[in-house]
Every structure is written in C-alpha cells, then in structure tokens.
C-alpha cells in the first residue's frame, strides 16, 4: 500500500496500521449481475453505483474551447450521466466503451430539466471497469463496498486489503478447541471471507466468527476484572441486630414491595462479605431505589462504618439529604437520639456550614454524607467509609468515582450504582459485566398512571392552546405543572443539558434555536397563563436560589416552574400533576422518561405533554411517539438504543475513542454476547492468568491499553 493511498486512508477513515485496515469491514456487497437502482441516488450523496455505459458522446463546452465527455449509464430502468472534462474525459472515452460494465463512485448532482424530468449525474467520478478484475471474479463474487470518503473510492480501499491478504497469515488468539465446538473459522480464513467473498455463505461464516470475537474479547476483559476484584479486600459490615436499620424499618410508614425486599437481600449479603461489593442498582423512575440505598447505607452505619452518597447536581443533591432526613426522622439527629448524623457537602455552602459538616464527616459523627463533586475535594475525610453509593453513574467521569473511593481506610469500599435510565439486559451484561445487577421493575404502591401525548405544535398549533388550558385547569384544582424547555436563555453556555441529538433524517438543513426557559416563562407569564405564580429554575442560578425555589414549589407557593433539565432526577412534589416539555424531540429518549418520572408522584393522575415541531415518521417523531405509546423503561431504553446505536463500551464516552464494536450490535446479537460470555467465564475460571493461552492474553493486553485498562479498573 503506497503513501497515496496511506495518507488518505489516515486523513479520512482514521485507519493507520494494518490491523485497523482489517477491521474496517464492507458495509455492504454489490451483486455484478444485479445493478443499484439509480433512481434511489439522493442529491449531495456520495455513492458508489455498479452500471452498464449504454451511450458515449462528446459534446462542445458552451462558454469555452473544447469538448467534454457524456457517458450515460444505465441500470435498465433509470439513467445516470457521467461528465468528463480535460485529460480525464480522453482516459475516460478509451476505457468506458458502450457495453461496459463498470462501479463508479462520485457525488450525486440531481437536477430538474425544463420538463420537470428528475436527472442524476456525476461529475469526474472514480471509476474501475470489468477488465481490471479477473473475469471469474466479476462475474461471480459479491463486491465488497466499503465506507468511503472524498477522494478515496470504495475500490481503492478494496486494492489496499487485497495487498494486506494477500500475505496474511496470523496467529488465532480462540482456543482451537473453542472454534472447533462453536464451529467458527479460523482468524485468517475469517478476515479473507469478509473482505474476498467467494460467495454469501463465506460472508454468513465470517461474519459469525467476528462477531464473536468482539463479543468474546469484551467478556473476556470485564470477567478477568470482575475475578480481580473478587480478591481485593473490604471490611465486612454485616450490621447487627436491634440496630438503625430495624427502628428505621419498623418506623416505614409504608410497606416495601416484594421487589425492595429481595434486592435489599442481595446487598445485605454482599455488605456482609469480606470483597467489596460492587453491584448496579436500576429500576424505573419512582420506583424506591432511594429507600433500597438508605437501608444499605443503615447496614454500615449499624457495623460502625459510614457511608457517602455522591448526586451529580446540586438540586439533586439537596433533594437526597432532604428525602433522607425525613424517612430517619428523629434517626437523623444521632447523639441521643441514637440515629446518626446526616451531613450535606456542596461547593456552595457557607463556610461556618462546611467545616461543622467536615468535621461530623471526619470524625465519624455523620454516619451518611451526602453531597456533589464538592465530596471528592482532598481535604473531605471520613472516619471509615464503608459504603459508596453513586447516583446516576452516568453523570460521573472515572477518575471522580475513583476520587471517593479512594477515601475509605480499610481497604477497598462497597459501592452501589444507581440508575433510574433502564438498562436492556444485553447491555447491562456487555456494559456492567463486571458488575452484579439488582433490577427494581416494581412501582410503590400509590403510583398513578401517566398518560403522555404528542402535541404537533406545527401541524396542529391549537393543541399547543389546549396544553395551556389543560394547565391552568390542574392549577385550579390546586394542583401544581412543570414546564420543560431545552434551553436557558440566548446567550453563549446556556444550553443546559441540551441533549446532543443527531440531525434526524428527513428534518431540514436549518433548524431553529432551541427554546429558552427564559424567553418561554415571560411569554407564558404575560400571555396564556396570565395570573398563575410562574418561576424559573435553570442551572446558571446561584445554589441557594435553586434551594429556595425548590422549596418554595414543594411549598405549594409556585403553580408553574418553567425549567430546563435540572429537575430530570431526584426531584419530588407529589402535587405536581402535569408536564409540557417543549421542543421535546431535542432530548433523548431516556431524558424524556426521566423527566416525566416528575409527575403522578402523589396519588394525582400524571399527564405529559411532548411539544414538537417535528415531522411525522421521522426519527424525531417517532421517538417521541414511542416515549407516548409506552411507560415500560426497558422498552424506551431499546429505541433509544438502537436510534443512537452503541458508543464505546469500554469508555468512549468518556475517552472520545469510536467504538470498539464493529459488527456486534448489542440488541441483535443477544445469543452471541450470551454464548461468549459463558465461554470467557468458563475459560478465566479454569487458567486466571490464561497462561495456556498467550496469544489470547495478548489480544487482551492490546485491546485494553493503558488509559482504558485504567478506566476499567476504577469504573
């Protein structure tokens, strides 16, 4: 492969060394005897089309001296004009004769003739005929297409494979005997089948042995991880009897679902155990996750430990210490109250606050530390941390997760994940395959339905009139109404927690900016809900503004808080019974689960209201009528999913890497990931340190590199 080829395959694909060329797999195969539709070609695409020249002309230029070369191609249906100019259209008029069948790549030129007959073309297109491939291959095989770039055709990626097979020949990090029992083809026979087909059974094989080599190699990395940890020590806090968390339990003003119990079990266990605990807790919104904590947290506090809850924002933060405090009761003083202390840490607080909360913390006075990043300061000490509790882990990066841990003094602290984003089996067991996962599917009793529609604001504008009729009649019967938009205001960094959607198809190239918090409550304030006590929450306001306006809306005291996503979690007023999320379809589908979780809190019938301007059976549509049409988070989290695919599953979220998946999709391959995990943990049961197989530990080592194999060891 020459330096003309290298550079461009570096600059546009991101590909520099072989085994990267390797992995960039076909994207498709053309059949030689069954050409691409042309009329399917789209305006601005760059394509890579098989044709048949059935016509070659040369025609004068109009403005200038000279000719140009007009070469149709037809696929027997439709046709697509090829223009040449200069010394391109002289090659061209040689070697693209009539009869030719050729693969071209350009971009496609749609325009309309005076008629109002839709015409595709391509100007100076890459192109390679019939004759430059054996005639037993172009007349049988499928043709590999790959994802292409300007200025490096489909076919001059095909040539630099073809240069690497040609001298392929590699070690197999799969145990012979694994490939054998699961019939997959060797590493080498593998990556020449995908990229030189024979035929679409060698595409079938191929596929099925890369495909368990991404599932495989990734089960392997998180189950060695997961026998690592189980070696590394942790205090055992068993709790004891007559303690905190049986005065807390016979205290419950209610009675625990069968599904808190069993989960409790499972933690009260792992609590008990000498290896620390590391286990992700996920269930829908409002489904108890934060009493399941609280007894967890009462456990290490009963056998002398103490534990911290980290909350990714302030409000959340704020929100947990608050809930806490009022399920302890008289619990929550300790001294001789015989509860324990319950301490708040943000980056706001005062400072005659912060050093009484500090030294509770150090000194062991606070058995439960609540708090933000502000926990993870160096000068924050806790006398023994036993239990680490992280709320929606996603919010988290590494090394701040690491931070926390980091504090305990007896070896390595519990830790408990909590998310209330529900997590399909598949992923959780790829993504947190290191971790035990506990699933709380069951709602409180007490929980009222929400019903969720789409409110067309385009297409239908008076339903958008009817939202704010439907809020000022909650509003009279007392009760209160969020309203959601995505953005602060018009000025620089007030995005909020826009969530970064991809341009949907079908929408237009120019969208309108986001709606503000700002801009929307004024408007709504002086005009449809004209008398009603609105307010504003957003992230840009000082902490204890936010606390005050929190308060003030659990008070009672405001009928409508106008907010961007800060209230996605952890928020609770059981009086607010309605929700408009405007601009709805620039959230994701998890946000859009989250946020309604804010109402039908207390009893009240919930209603959430999707404000769009998106077209219908578009992406964007179609998430949001998916997020109407179901209530079942585990089904949510699948269109979410398969909308915005995998991402890195060992990190790239937070490393910016691309993923490491190529041909493993997560939700359609569940029996690979399953069948791969049961063979990494039968195989890392039997050889640990797989010196019996060198060449699978080394592709390991590989795929794991330094900053990833940190990340994994602190995740």
């Not at 550079?7 to 005897?33: D, K, M, Q, W």
């Not at 049988?140 to 790959?146: E, K, L, N």
């Not at 003003?253 to 009260?268: H, K």
Request: some cysteine; proline content about 5%; charged content about 25%.
């Amino acid at each position: 492969m020459g330096d003309k080829t290298a550079a461009p395959l570096a600059s546009a694909l991101g590909i520099s060394t072989v085994g990267e060329l390797l992995r960039h797999y076909p994207r498709r195969y053309a059949e030689r005897g069954e050409l691409t539709p042309i009329a399917s070609l789209e305006h601005d695409d760059h394509v890579t089309v098989v044709g048949r020249v059935s016509a070659v002309q040369r025609r004068p230029m109009k403005n200038r001296q000279g000719s140009w070369l007009d070469v149709e191609v037809t696929d027997g249906k439709d046709r697509l004009r090829l223009a040449f100019f200069g010394k391109g259209a002289y090659v061209a008029e040689q070697r693209l004769l009539p009869g030719t069948e050729a693969t071209f790549s350009g971009k496609v030129n749609v325009f309309s003739t005076p008629n109002g007959v839709k015409r595709r073309s391509l100007t100076h297109p890459d192109y390679v005929t019939e004759d430059e491939e054996t005639a037993e291959e172009f007349s049988t095989a499928p043709v590999p297409i790959y994802s292409s770039a300007q200025n490096l055709a489909t076919w001059k990626i095909q040539r630099a494979v073809r240069t690497v097979l040609d001298v392929l020949q590699l070690d197999d990090p799969l145990p012979a005997e694994l490939r054998r029992r699961l019939g997959l083809p060797g590493l080498t026979d593998a990556l020449k089948a995908i990229h030189r087909p024979r035929d679409h059974g060698d595409i079938a094989r191929a596929r099925k042995r890369l495909k368990f080599d991404e599932a495989f190699l990734l089960q392997a990395v998180l189950v060695r991880r997961r026998i690592a940890a189980a070696q590394w020590p942790a205090t055992a806090r068993p709790g004891k009897e007559g303690g905190l968390l049986a005065d807390f339990d016979a205290r419950l003003p209610f009675r625990l679902t069968d599904g808190q119990r069993e989960v409790g079990a499972e933690i009260s266990a792992d609590l008990a155990g000498e290896h620390p605990m590391h286990r992700l807790l996920q269930g829908e919104v409002g489904a108890g996750k934060t009493v399941v904590a609280l007894r967890a947290m009462l456990q290490v506090v009963d056998s002398g430990g103490q534990a911290a809850l980290l909350a990714p924002t302030e409000v959340l933060a704020q929100q947990h210490h608050r809930s806490i405090v009022a399920m302890l009761g008289d619990l929550a003083g300790g001294g001789m109250f015989g509860g324990t202390g319950v301490a708040l840490l943000t980056g706001s607080m005062g400072a005659a606050a912060r050093r009484s909360n500090l030294l509770d913390a150090a000194s062991g006075a606070a058995g439960i530390v609540v708090g933000t990043h502000a926990l993870l300061q160096d000068r924050v000490q806790f006398a023994d941390l036993g239990l680490v509790v992280v709320d929606e882990q996603h919010r988290f990066g590494v090394e701040q997760r690491d931070a926390l841990r980091e504090k305990s003094q007896g070896g390595r602290p519990h830790v408990l994940v909590m998310t209330a984003t529900p997590i399909p089996r598949t992923v959780a067991m790829t993504v947190f395959g290191d971790l035990e996962v506990s699933t709380l599917s069951q709602l409180p009793s007490g929980r009222a339905p929400i019903t969720t529609h789409v409110v067309p604001a385009a297409e239908k504008p008076h339903y958008l009139e009817r939202s704010w009729e439907r809020i000022r009649e909650e509003v009279g019967l007392g009760r209160q109404a969020y309203i959601v938009c995505p953005r602060i205001g018009d000025q620089e960094g007030d995005e909020g927690d826009l969530a970064k959607q991809d341009k949907d198809e079908g929408e237009g190239e120019e969208r309108r900016p986001p709606l503000a918090v700002l801009d929307v409550a004024s408007l709504l304030a002086e005009g449809p809900l004209h008398g009603l006590r609105v307010e504003v929450l957003h992230g840009k306001l000082l902490p204890e503004e936010k606390d005050a306006i929190m308060r003030a809306f659990a008070r009672g005291e405001i009928d409508v808080l106008v907010a961007t996503t800060v209230i996605e979690v952890g928020v609770d007023v059981p009086n607010a019974s309605v929700m408009v999320i405007m601009d709805a379809d620039r959230f994701g589908v998890s946000q859009l689960h989250q946020l309604r979780g804010r109402v039908g809190r207390g009893g009240l019938p919930g209603l959430c209201l999707l404000v769009s301007e998106s077209v219908p059976d578009t992406p964007a549509r179609l998430r949001l009528d998916a997020v109407a049409r179901t209530l079942d988070g585990f089904e949510l989290s699948r269109v979410d999913l398969e909308q915005r695919r995998e991402g890195d599953v060992l990190g790239a979220a937070q490393s910016g890497r691309k993923s490491s998946l190529r041909m493993l999709q997560l939700l359609r391959d569940e029996d690979v990931i399953e069948s791969a995990r049961e063979e990494a943990l039968t195989l890392l049961a039997a050889d640990p340190l797989l010196e019996s197989h060198p060449q699978l530990k080394a592709e390991l080592d590989a795929l794991v590199s330094n900053e990833r194999s940190e990340y994994l060891e602190k995740a």
